[in-house]
Protein backbone atom coordinates (compact mmCIF):
# COMPACT_ATOMS: atom_id res chain seq x y z
CA UNK A 1 0.00 0.00 0.00
CA UNK A 2 0.78 3.74 0.12
CA UNK A 3 1.31 3.69 3.65
CA UNK A 4 1.18 2.01 6.56
CA UNK A 5 -1.77 1.38 7.93
CA UNK A 6 -2.78 0.12 11.03
CA UNK A 7 -5.70 -1.73 12.49
CA UNK A 8 -8.07 -1.12 14.58
CA UNK A 9 -7.87 2.65 14.96
CA UNK A 10 -9.31 2.70 17.93
CA UNK A 11 -9.94 -0.24 20.74
CA UNK A 12 -11.81 -0.39 23.87
CA UNK A 13 -11.63 -3.44 25.78
CA UNK A 14 -11.68 -4.85 29.61
CA UNK A 15 -9.18 -5.71 31.42
CA UNK A 16 -7.85 -9.29 31.50
CA UNK A 17 -9.37 -9.44 27.95
CA UNK A 18 -6.01 -10.45 25.61
CA UNK A 19 -6.00 -8.00 22.27
CA UNK A 20 -4.60 -7.78 19.22
CA UNK A 21 -3.18 -4.85 16.55
CA UNK A 22 -2.41 -5.27 13.36
CA UNK A 23 0.03 -3.27 11.23
CA UNK A 24 0.59 -3.47 7.51
CA UNK A 25 3.80 -2.09 6.56
CA UNK A 26 5.29 -0.06 3.28
CA UNK A 27 5.44 -2.67 0.40
CA UNK A 28 9.49 -3.42 0.22
CA UNK A 29 10.19 -2.19 3.70
CA UNK A 30 12.37 -4.75 5.67
CA UNK A 31 12.10 -3.04 8.77
CA UNK A 32 8.94 -2.66 11.13
CA UNK A 33 8.99 -1.09 15.05
CA UNK A 34 6.13 -1.07 17.45
CA UNK A 35 6.38 2.06 19.73
CA UNK A 36 3.86 2.91 22.63
CA UNK A 37 2.55 6.38 23.24
CA UNK A 38 0.72 7.08 26.93
CA UNK A 39 -1.09 10.59 27.02
CA UNK A 40 1.44 13.31 26.90
CA UNK A 41 4.52 11.23 26.69
CA UNK A 42 7.29 10.21 23.77
CA UNK A 43 6.90 7.44 22.17
CA UNK A 44 8.39 4.24 24.15
CA UNK A 45 10.12 1.51 21.85
CA UNK A 46 8.61 -1.82 22.17
CA UNK A 47 9.96 -4.33 19.30
CA UNK A 48 12.08 -4.06 15.86
CA UNK A 49 11.99 -6.63 13.26
CA UNK A 50 14.50 -6.81 10.20
CA UNK A 51 13.71 -9.04 7.78
CA UNK A 52 13.77 -12.74 8.54
CA UNK A 53 16.42 -11.58 11.50
CA UNK A 54 15.48 -12.36 15.44
CA UNK A 55 13.20 -9.31 16.23
CA UNK A 56 14.69 -7.23 19.03
CA UNK A 57 12.79 -7.31 22.09
CA UNK A 58 14.56 -5.14 24.22
CA UNK A 59 11.37 -2.99 24.65
CA UNK A 60 8.71 -5.15 25.45
CA UNK A 61 7.21 -3.95 28.89
CA UNK A 62 6.22 -7.20 30.05
CA UNK A 63 5.85 -10.86 29.54
CA UNK A 64 2.45 -10.03 28.23
CA UNK A 65 3.39 -8.42 25.50
CA UNK A 66 4.17 -10.56 21.85
CA UNK A 67 4.44 -9.36 18.62
CA UNK A 68 5.10 -11.50 15.28
CA UNK A 69 6.00 -10.54 11.79
CA UNK A 70 6.06 -13.40 8.73
CA UNK A 71 9.03 -12.30 6.53
CA UNK A 72 8.35 -8.73 5.57
CA UNK A 73 4.72 -8.41 5.96
CA UNK A 74 2.32 -8.03 8.22
CA UNK A 75 3.39 -7.58 11.88
CA UNK A 76 0.75 -8.47 14.66
CA UNK A 77 1.24 -7.07 18.57
CA UNK A 78 -0.42 -8.99 20.96
CA UNK A 79 -1.49 -7.55 24.56
CA UNK A 80 -2.97 -10.89 26.87
CA UNK A 81 -4.66 -9.79 29.92
CA UNK A 82 -4.96 -6.09 29.58
CA UNK A 83 -4.23 -3.63 32.12
CA UNK A 84 -5.32 -0.07 32.90
CA UNK A 85 -1.63 0.85 32.23
CA UNK A 86 -1.45 -0.46 28.97
CA UNK A 87 -3.99 2.39 27.66
CA UNK A 88 -2.07 4.15 24.76
CA UNK A 89 -1.65 4.78 21.35
CA UNK A 90 0.40 1.85 19.85
CA UNK A 91 2.32 3.29 16.86
CA UNK A 92 3.79 0.62 13.76
CA UNK A 93 6.25 2.15 11.89
CA UNK A 94 8.07 1.00 9.11
CA UNK A 95 11.64 1.81 6.85
CA UNK A 96 13.84 0.41 4.45
CA UNK A 97 16.03 -0.92 7.20
CA UNK A 98 20.18 -0.54 7.78
CA UNK A 99 19.58 3.02 9.44
CA UNK A 100 19.84 4.79 6.26
CA UNK A 101 16.18 5.73 5.98
CA UNK A 102 13.91 7.45 8.15
CA UNK A 103 10.67 6.00 9.22
CA UNK A 104 7.17 5.93 8.03
CA UNK A 105 4.26 5.29 10.89
CA UNK A 106 1.04 4.41 10.69
CA UNK A 107 -1.74 6.78 12.03
CA UNK A 108 -1.77 3.87 15.61
CA UNK A 109 -4.26 2.17 17.42
CA UNK A 110 -5.82 4.00 20.27
CA UNK A 111 -6.54 1.52 22.87
CA UNK A 112 -8.58 1.99 25.82
CA UNK A 113 -8.58 -0.34 28.78
CA UNK A 114 -11.34 0.08 31.08
CA UNK B 1 23.32 3.63 23.90
CA UNK B 2 21.67 7.06 22.69
CA UNK B 3 19.65 9.28 24.47
CA UNK B 4 17.19 12.38 23.81
CA UNK B 5 16.24 15.78 25.67
CA UNK B 6 13.56 18.37 24.19
CA UNK B 7 13.89 20.92 26.48
CA UNK B 8 10.77 22.34 26.14
CA UNK B 9 7.40 20.30 26.55
CA UNK B 10 5.33 23.10 25.57
CA UNK B 11 6.15 26.76 23.19
CA UNK B 12 2.96 29.02 23.07
CA UNK B 13 4.08 32.00 20.24
CA UNK B 14 1.96 34.27 18.06
CA UNK B 15 1.22 33.68 14.53
CA UNK B 16 3.94 35.12 12.27
CA UNK B 17 6.11 34.88 14.92
CA UNK B 18 9.64 32.91 14.64
CA UNK B 19 10.01 29.72 16.88
CA UNK B 20 13.02 27.49 17.84
CA UNK B 21 12.13 24.08 19.01
CA UNK B 22 15.37 22.76 21.00
CA UNK B 23 16.84 19.36 20.85
CA UNK B 24 19.77 17.86 22.05
CA UNK B 25 21.06 14.43 22.11
CA UNK B 26 23.75 12.04 23.67
CA UNK B 27 25.51 9.16 21.44
CA UNK B 28 28.71 7.58 21.38
CA UNK B 29 28.69 7.26 17.81
CA UNK B 30 28.00 9.22 14.70
CA UNK B 31 24.07 10.07 14.38
CA UNK B 32 21.41 10.52 11.71
CA UNK B 33 19.16 12.84 13.53
CA UNK B 34 15.27 13.70 12.41
CA UNK B 35 12.45 15.82 13.33
CA UNK B 36 8.81 14.38 13.23
CA UNK B 37 5.45 16.55 13.84
CA UNK B 38 2.37 14.96 14.85
CA UNK B 39 -0.67 16.35 14.52
CA UNK B 40 -3.80 16.07 16.21
CA UNK B 41 -5.21 12.01 15.89
CA UNK B 42 -2.47 11.50 13.64
CA UNK B 43 0.42 9.35 13.13
CA UNK B 44 3.87 10.98 12.89
CA UNK B 45 5.23 12.56 9.83
CA UNK B 46 8.66 13.35 8.79
CA UNK B 47 9.45 16.93 8.98
CA UNK B 48 13.57 16.80 7.95
CA UNK B 49 16.43 14.60 8.60
CA UNK B 50 20.34 15.27 8.77
CA UNK B 51 22.00 12.28 7.72
CA UNK B 52 25.42 14.16 6.63
CA UNK B 53 26.83 16.75 4.83
CA UNK B 54 25.42 20.32 5.26
CA UNK B 55 24.70 20.82 8.65
CA UNK B 56 21.71 23.12 7.91
CA UNK B 57 18.31 20.90 6.42
CA UNK B 58 15.74 22.32 5.20
CA UNK B 59 12.33 20.40 5.43
CA UNK B 60 8.89 20.91 4.90
CA UNK B 61 6.52 23.67 5.56
CA UNK B 62 9.13 26.05 6.04
CA UNK B 63 11.07 24.24 8.96
CA UNK B 64 14.52 23.35 9.04
CA UNK B 65 17.38 22.49 11.84
CA UNK B 66 20.88 22.89 11.95
CA UNK B 67 22.98 20.15 13.65
CA UNK B 68 25.95 21.72 15.66
CA UNK B 69 28.35 18.72 16.82
CA UNK B 70 30.24 20.47 19.51
CA UNK B 71 26.87 21.06 21.41
CA UNK B 72 25.42 17.79 20.29
CA UNK B 73 21.96 19.69 19.24
CA UNK B 74 19.45 19.82 16.46
CA UNK B 75 17.28 22.21 17.19
CA UNK B 76 14.30 22.78 15.25
CA UNK B 77 13.38 26.52 13.62
CA UNK B 78 10.78 28.19 11.27
CA UNK B 79 10.74 32.13 10.73
CA UNK B 80 7.42 32.90 10.67
CA UNK B 81 4.64 30.54 12.49
CA UNK B 82 1.01 29.74 11.24
CA UNK B 83 -2.21 28.95 13.16
CA UNK B 84 -1.96 24.96 11.24
CA UNK B 85 1.88 24.61 12.89
CA UNK B 86 0.23 23.53 16.02
CA UNK B 87 1.20 20.21 16.84
CA UNK B 88 3.09 18.22 19.08
CA UNK B 89 6.89 18.13 17.60
CA UNK B 90 9.20 15.13 18.23
CA UNK B 91 13.13 14.43 17.83
CA UNK B 92 14.59 11.21 17.20
CA UNK B 93 18.48 9.93 16.68
CA UNK B 94 19.52 7.35 15.37
CA UNK B 95 22.74 5.66 16.10
CA UNK B 96 25.23 5.06 12.63
CA UNK B 97 26.53 1.73 12.22
CA UNK B 98 25.01 0.70 15.57
CA UNK B 99 21.46 0.19 16.58
CA UNK B 100 18.63 0.70 13.85
CA UNK B 101 16.08 1.79 16.56
CA UNK B 102 15.32 5.17 16.48
CA UNK B 103 15.44 7.21 20.28
CA UNK B 104 12.62 9.63 20.30
CA UNK B 105 12.10 12.86 22.42
CA UNK B 106 9.61 13.73 24.91
CA UNK B 107 7.90 15.82 22.45
CA UNK B 108 7.31 19.58 22.48
CA UNK B 109 3.90 21.02 21.85
CA UNK B 110 3.77 23.88 20.09
CA UNK B 111 1.15 26.24 20.40
CA UNK B 112 0.38 28.95 17.87
CA UNK B 113 -2.04 31.71 18.85
CA UNK B 114 -3.49 33.89 16.46
Known amino acids: GAGVSQSPSNKVTEKGKDVELRCDPI?????LYWYRQRLGQGLEFLIY????????KSGLPSDRFSAERTGESVSTLTIQRTQQEDSAVYLC????????????FGQGTRLTVV | AQSVTQLDSQVPVFEEAPVELRCNYS??????LFWYVQYPNQGLQLLLK??????LVKGINGFEAEFNKSQTSFHLRKPSVHISDTAEYFC????????????FGRGTSLIVHP
Open chain 2, 27 to 32: SSVSVY
Open chain 2, 92 to 103: AVLASGGSYIPT
Open chain 1, 93 to 104: ASSLGGGFGEAF
Open chain 1, 49 to 56: FQGNSAPD
Open chain 2, 50 to 55: YLSGST
Open chain 1, 27 to 31: SGHTA
